[in-house]
């Protein structure tokens, strides 16, 4: 891999989970791969888990990782090709990326979207400048519309989970479910999501959501779209939990009727779903305590995942 920035930057998704779940068995095999090389994290958000376990993960092929919270830590970026800067901002990214390339031998970045500029966030203009001029390969830490490592994590946790608990030969059925939530927040984890499983190929997968919160085709392709929570639940084996606000009304958040926040009560329609979320989750809004809190929860585990995946995706690209 020369970059990891979607599931399309990747030839085999079973082959890099295998990878990933070997790592999980044998930490350091690999501790030598990193050595004398240097990974740059760079974070124009917050962070607690993908910062952590890429720094985790990193260590452990023996690499050296710098985490630099450019976002509140440095000077104010511009992107803008042509741009006067007698504003805000204070360096080019033009500047700022090739000097990182010397730095480091990996960068990787968090962005965020503006939620106000729908072609600017889903041309990944961001990312795609640090490729651009960095010269090294880049990983996302999560971007503007797709957060990659979070799904390559959620397919080695759905993998962990059914060869623990699945018997049938059948796909899983997963479901997608929309959730409440105090503010508006990015498509990424849901997009990604999406992406990630229609490209794995080995689920039967739905999603499910009020009216106006169609997520972009582009991701969606291939999955049974629904608007009822109840209907769609129905014998599921996987539920992941997520908000987002509007693609079509991008960035807001249209009204909608009913409770779509998950409960137990709601679970027992389904196939003793097992329930996830990327995390930080509000509980009792998005999720309420009684799943978290119970049997039904991959939440810690499909988290602590996130460094078997970051330490898969970092050897590829050290041996690019
Ligand atoms: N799920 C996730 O990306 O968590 P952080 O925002 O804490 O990194």
């Known amino acids: 891999m020369k970059q990891f920035i979607s599931s399309n930057d990747v030839p085999s998704i079973s082959t890099l989970i295998n990878q990933a779940l070997i790592y999980k068995s044998s930490p350091r095999k690999d ?151 105090v503010k508006a927040l990015p498509q990424c984890v849901a997009n990604s999501f999406a992406q990630w499983i229609n490209a794995w190929g080995e689920a039967d997968f739905t999603i499910v959501h009020p009216q106006g919160y169609e997520l972009s085709e582009e991701f969606t392709r291939g999955a049974t779209i629904s608007h009822n929570q109840e209907e769609a639940l129905q014998h599921a084996d996987f539920i992941y939990v997520k908000n987002w606000s509007s693609y079509n009304d991008y960035g807001n958040t249209p009204a909608y009727q009913g409770n779509w926040m998950l409960t137990l009560e709601k679970l027992k329609s389904t196939n003793q779903a097992k329930v996830m979320h990327c995390l930080p989750v509000r509980r009792n809004v998005e999720l309420a305590d009684e799943i978290l809190d119970s049997e039904h929860s991959l939440v810690t585990q499909q988290a602590a995942n996130r460094v078997w995946a970051a330490q898969a995706v970092i050897a590829n690209l050290l041996e690019k």
């Not at 007698?86 to 360096?91: D, H, I, M, V």
């Open 31 to 181: 501790e030598l791969l990193g050595k004398n090389k240097r990974l740059g994290c760079l974070f124009l958000n917050p962070s607690m888990r993908t910062r952590l376990s890429t720094q985790v993960a990193a260590q452990q092929l023996g690499m050296e990782c710098v985490v630099f919270n450019i976002g509140t830590e440095g000077w104010a970026m511009e992107f803008e090709d042509g741009a006067i800067m007698n504003g805000t901002t204070a360096e080019h990214v033009k500047d700022a990326a090739p000097i990182l390339g010397k730095y480091f031998d990996v960068l990787a970045i968090r962005t965020f979207p503006s939620l106000k500029n729908k072609d600017a966030d889903y041309s990944e203009h961001v990312i795609h400048q640090f490729i651009k001029y960095a010269g090294i390969p880049v990983l996302s830490l999560e971007t503007a519309t797709l957060h990659p490592l979070q799904s390559l994590t959620d397919l080695i946790t759905i993998e962990e989970a059914m060869s623990a608990n699945f018997t049938s030969k059948r796909k899983p059925k997963i479901v997608l479910t929309w959730a409440p939530h």
